[in-house]
C-alpha cells in the first residue's frame, strides 16, 4: 500500500521523499522492523519513538513519521520518506484502519465502556447474538473472539494496528456483530480513533486508573469520546456520570436502570438466589419481560439490562434472549469453584479490583450468606494508589474476615502496597499475608460450615506479577492443590 493511501483523508505532510511510496507494512516498535517498512513515532511514558529513528533506518525502515513537535537534525536525503503529522498517536489509528480495510465498516461494531461491567456485558451480547444464529466477535479482557476462536488477550483494548489486525480477522471470518470492551486507556490514547461505532454502552463511573488519569474528571473525558463517535448510546441513567453524559449527548439515547421509572429499560422486582437472579425488564412502551438469570447480583442485573435492550432493538427473538440470560457464564466473576468439592462452605472468585466493584460482590454475597463472609484481597502495584486505602475499609467493614495479601506487585515491594490497604482500616478483623497462595490456604483449613470465601482481585487470570517476572498462578489450580491436601 502506498503511503498516500494511508493517510487518506488525514492531514499530513511530505518533509523529504515522496508519499508514493510503496511500504511493506505499519509498527511503532523497532523489535518489528524490516526492509521497507514505516515507522511511527510514538511519544509514550517511558520511551519516545522519535529517539529510535536511527535504528528504524538501520533495519531497513523506508518511511518515518513525526510529530510537529520533532525537530529535524539531520538529512534524511532521497531514499527515505519522511512524514510529518500533528499527532502520531491519532495518525497512526487512521493508518491501521486504512491499512487492514477499514474493517469496522463491514460489520456492526457495539463498544461498551464504564469502571465495572465491561467484560460480562460484551459476554451476555455474544451469548444473546450467537444463540440468535449471528456470528459474533469479542475484544476484552478475558479473551478476544472470533466466532468460537480463541485468541489471547494483551490488555482490555488492543492497540490501533492489534486491533485494526484483529477486526479485519473478523472480516474474513465473515463476522456481523463486534462486542467491544473500549477502557479509558484506549479512548486517551486514540487507540480506537477514527472508528465509528453503531452502539456506546456507559455502565458506570467509580474511582480507578487515577494513577493515569490524575483526577476523575479526565476519567470521565476519557470515557466520553466513545459517545462522540457512537451512532447510537445506551446509558445506565442510574449512574451520575451517565446524566452527565445524556446533558451532553441528548439524542440517539436510550436509558437503562433500575432506580428510575422514567428510564426507557427498567428492571424491577429483583429476587437474588445462591447462583441464580430473577427480574423483570420492562420497557417505554409497557412491555414486561420475565427474567431467570445464571449471574447473581443486582450489579448483575445491570450489565444485564443493556443487553435486552439492544437485542430486542436489533429485533432478537425474547425468547433467545430468555435463554441465553439463563445459560451465560463469565469466568472470574463471582464464580463459585467450589460446587465440584462438595464442601460445607462456598468459594467464589472475582476480578473485583476496584473499590465499587469490592463492595457489589460482597453486598451481593451479604445478601444469600447463611454463615460469615470471609474476604481475601489485595491491590496491584504501579497502580492507582488512592484506591487502597478504599479497599481496606470496604473489605473489612462489609466482610466478617480478611485476609490481606498480594495481587500483582509488580514493581513494587508487596509489603509497601499492603501497608497502604491497611492504613484505611478501622477495625481488627483482618490478617496481613504476604503470599496469595498462603492467604489463600489460610481462608479455606480455617473455614466454618455456610462459610463464604471471596477471593477477589484475580478472577480469569492465571498469573502473578511479581518485579520483572510473569509466574503462573491460577487460583482454581491453587484452591485444587489446597484441597487435595491432607
Known sequence: MKVSELFKSFDYRVISGNDDVDINKITDNTNDILDGDLFFCIRGYNFDGHNFIDLALSKGSKVIVVDSKYKLNFDFGNNVTLICVNDTRKALSIAAINFYGRPHEKFKILGVTGTNGKTTTTY???EIFSNAGFKTGVIGTISNFINDRKIKAEGTTPGALQLNYLLSEMVKDGVEYCFMEVSSHALELDRVYGIKFDYGIFTNLTQDHLDFHKNFSEYFNAKFKLFENSERIIINRDDEYGKKIIDKIPSNVITYGIEENMNDFVAKDIVLNDNSTEFVVCDKFGNRYNFDYNLVGKFNVYNAIPCIAIAINEGISINVIKESLKNIFVVGRLENVSKKYGLNCDIYLDYAHTPDGLKN???TLRNIAKGRIICVVGC????????????????TELSDYVYITSDNPRSEDPESIINDIVSGVNKSNYEVVISRFDAIKKSIKN???NDII??????HEDYQILKNKVIHFDEREVIDEILKEK
Open 124 to 126: 451476555i451480547l455474544r
Open 447 to 449: 473455614r466454618k460450615t
Open 361 to 363: 460482590c460482597i453486598c
Open 454 to 459: 471471596l477471593i477477589a482481585g484475580k478472577g
Open 380 to 395: 496491584g502495584g504501579d497502580r492507582d494508589k488512592e484506591k487502597r486505602p478504599q479497599i481496606g475499609k470496604i473489605a
